[in-house]
Each structure stands twice: as structure tokens, then as C-alpha cells.
């Protein structure tokens, strides 16, 4: 019988890639009206050349492509551009629709809730916290609690722990088929991929159901049930 619904966080609850892109142009265009002497897409391409190599989550990012460009930072385009990433992401970050009725109703119906993402611990939770998610969850696992990263089977050996479930007792629903999908088959977990979300273009994605909208997460936990 299934108890418990874990989520990956970004790009299965949140639309973290859309947010990202319009954080950056929005930093980018900031930076520009600050002082910035590179074009537009010259200075998106070298940020994102940052992202790949140090992960999409450094909050160091514009500090390294001032210096690297510039052989230090000027801070009236450095705080510019914080300032117009920070105003674009609180506007940008959005649930996929009907995410939140899933959630509410699967609580309704007495399952227990939890993530399980890749994020570090504090930038997890402000997202959580921004689109008021933070009371919903039983456990939430971020790269912190761990160390490591999906598909490696501790995260989800956590979270069933702190849920004191069984690995057949709980549903896990992700994006990413190599991480969220092959980690959680790896312990014995039922899964559901996010086909809503996922912007790999993911041929086979080898999950046991697939969700082209939040709302068939309900009808597939129930038919396990």
C-alpha cells in the first residue's frame, strides 16, 4: 500500500529552468543599464559557461564573470545585476499548474508529502518558502542533509527514514529520468515521471507512469492504493 508522494523540487513542482532564464536576461539587462560593455547574448553565454561548470545553483556566479571578464568587479554593475536577478525570480517562480491541488488533495487523502532535491539546503527552502510550500512536506532532503546527488540511493534512504516507510510504501515523481527515476527503482521505489517538466526531451524514461499534467499523479497513487 502506498503512504507517502516525494517530489523532486525543481522542474516537478517548480518551473526552475523558466525562472532561471528570466532571472538572468533580467540581471543581464541590469547590468547593461548599470555600465556593462558586452552585448546582451555575450554576457547570457558567459554566465551560463559559469553554470556548467560550477552548477546552476552558485550564488557566486556574477561575481566570477565580473572578475573574469573585467580582472575584478565593479559594484554598481554587480549589485545591478543582483538586484534585477532578485526582482525577476520573485516573479518568475511558478508552480506547474495544478501542482497545488495534487498536493493538497493527496493530503486530504492521508498520504504523507516529501522532496528530494538536489538543491543546497537554504536555496530548497527559499523556494519552498516563496510559494508558500513549507508546511506541506513531512521530510524534505536537499544535497546538505547528504552529501549526495541523485541517482546515488542515500536521499531516498533518508527521506524513507525520516518517514519510517518502506521503499514499496512510497511513490517518487521527477523530471529527470537518470537521477530522479533510476534512483528511486535503485531502493524499490514506485515512480512517476514528470513528463510535464521535463526539458530533456526524454525519450524513454523507464518510470513505472508517466504525468503530462500534476493532476495523473492522483489517478496512478490511487490505483496503487
Known amino acids: 500500500m502506498i503512504r507517502a508522494v516525494v517530489f523532486d523540487l525543481d522542474n516537478t513542482l517548480v518551473d526552475f529552468m523558466a ?4 532571472a538572468v536576461e533580467a540581471a543581464v539587462m541590469a547590468m547593461i543599464d ?7 547574448d555575450a554576457a547570457k553565454e558567459k554566465i551560463y559557461s ?18 573574469k571578464e573585467f580582472g575584478g568587479i565593479d559594484y554598481r554593475i554587480h549589485a545591478a545585476g543582483i538586484i534585477g536577478y532578485r526582482r525577476a525570480r520573485e516573479a518568475a517562480l511558478v508552480l506547474y499548474p495544478h501542482v497545488q491541488l495534487t498536493l493538497m488533495e493527496l493530503v486530504k487523502r492521508g498520504y504523507k508529502l516529501g522532496v528530494i532535491s538536489d538543491a543546497p539546503r537554504l536555496q530548497a527552502w527559499l523556494r519552498l518558502c516563496q510559494l508558500n510550500l513549507h508546511h506541506m512536506f ?4 536537499t544535497f546538505d542533509d547528504t552529501k549526495k546527488r541523485k541517482p546515488d540511493p542515500e536521499p531516498f534512504k ?25 534512483g528511486a527503482k535503485l531502493i ?14 526524454t525519450g524513454v524514461s523507464g518510470a513505472d507512469f508517466e504525468a503530462g499534467d500534476a493532476l495523473d499523479i492522483l489517478q496512478y497513487v490511487e490505483q496503487l492504493s
Do not use: N, S
Open 50 to 67: 559559469i553554470y556548467k561548470q560550477e552548477g546552476i545553483e552558485d550564488q557566486k556566479v556574477f561575481d566570477k564573470f565580473l572578475t
Open 138 to 141: 513531512d521530510v524534505v532532503i
Open 34 to 40: 548599470a555600465g556593462l560593455t558586452l552585448p546582451k
Open 158 to 182: 533518508k527521506a524513507l527514514q525520516v518517514l519510517g516507510l518502506e521503499p514499496h510504501e512510497a511513490v517518487m515523481v521527477g523530471d529527470w529520468a537518470e537521477r530522479d527515476i533510476v
Open 188 to 201: 524499490g521505489m514506485k515512480t512517476v515521471f514528470a513528463r510535464y517538466g521535463d526539458r530533456f526531451d
Open 19 to 22: 525562472m532561471k532564464e528570466a
